[in-house]
């Protein structure tokens, strides 16, 4: 029998020890590169001769720059690929699309439109494959946001996390990483934006500790973190009606105060100033959000080197 591929598609689908070992490997990365410079090679050069393909279906800005230069520091490379620029964009299948790719690369990262197309390629690939964000998940960007809090706070286990606003897709693996990592989850969201039924079933089954609130208040109560997303998402196309429900759940300095003392703030960034999150919030003392950014770098090489060692 052949070995399964050592896929990174969702935190759901990794035991606690293995999440585990992700962020505390990226902590010590993170460390072992404090006051180089950016050029820095990681020592040993790990994926040297190693190449990643990243297939975006959808734009970016941290996802794309933070695991090209992850690569090229542990010794790699990385091909970007814009789906609307190859035949993907006139109807090649995803399908025949992974099998191609994994003829010419060594790991395929995809920001996919649809969860759907994530599952089809990692189904057909023969190398590993990494979930970028899909409309369902993003679970790259929520272990790096656990490092973070960590780093900040100590173990999520002890964590109290509000989630506020749209129960969207980093809200989702949020509640994987709380399931799997342990925390309370408190999520504040309008009736008609909860998480997928299927997330909080999980979470049910999973006896995590995760509470869903059309409360704001309710939801930031006693919590060590609070943290919102953009109201409208890339895949969403209801943004006046999303603007209306969600206006409630602003994060500003006034909910932030109903918080716990201490708390700290986090957003997965791109950031629409002053609808989700005021300025006041963004850029105060509790901010953790450029922090998050830069986590995105240590926690994907850990999860680069989890998948091609
Ligand atoms: N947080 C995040 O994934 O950002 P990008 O859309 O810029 O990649
Ligand atoms: N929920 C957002 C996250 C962007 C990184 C989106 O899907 O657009």
Not at 145 to 169: I, R, S
Not at 295 to 309: A, F
Request: net charge neutral; hydrophobic share 40%; with cysteine.
């Amino acid at each position: 029998m052949t070995k399964p591929l050592n896929h990174f598609l969702d935190i759901a689908d990794h035991s606690a020890a293995h999440l585990r070992a992700i962020v505390d490997r990226a902590r010590k990365i993170k460390a072992a590169r404090a006051g180089r410079p950016r050029g820095w090679r990681d020592p040993g050069e790990p994926l040297k001769g190693r190449i990643l393909a990243m297939v975006f279906e959808r734009p970016s800005t941290r996802t794309r720059v933070s695991f090209e230069v992850a690569m090229k520091q542990l010794g790699g490379e990385a091909v970007i690929i814009t789906a609307n620029d190859t035949q993907i964009g006139r109807g090649e299948t995803i399908a025949d699309t992974a099998r191609v790719l994994s003829r010419y690369v060594d790991a395929i990262m995809i920001r996919a439109a649809k969860h759907s197309n994530l599952m089809e390629l990692a189904q057909h690939a023969t190398v590993p494959v990494i979930n970028g964000l899909t409309d369902r998940t993003h679970p790259c960007q929520v272990l790096a946001d656990v490092l973070t809090l960590e780093e900040h706070k100590g173990p999520l286990a002890q964590q109290t996390v509000a989630w506020l606003g749209d129960g969207n897709n980093v809200a989702a693996s949020w509640v994987h990483a709380v399931g799997r990592l342990g925390g309370r989850m408190q999520l504040g969201c309008p009736a008609e934006l909860s998480p997928d039924p299927a997330v909080m079933d999980w979470a049910r089954a999973e006896k995590a500790e995760v509470m869903l609130t059309t409360s704001p208040e309710a939801a930031v109560a006693n919590a060590s973190c609070v943290i919102t997303d953009t109201w409208v998402s890339m895949h969403d196309t209801d943004g006046a009606r999303r603007h209306n429900l969600l206006k409630p759940y602003q994060v500003n300095a006034a909910l932030m105060n109903k918080a716990a003392p201490g708390a700290v703030f986090m957003h997965c960034l791109p950031a629409h100033r002053n609808e989700e999150v005021t300025d006041e919030v963004m850029d105060g003392p509790q901010s953790l959000i450029f922090d998050e950014a830069e986590n995105r770098l240590h926690i994907q090489k850990s999860i680069l080197l989890s998948c091609l060692e």
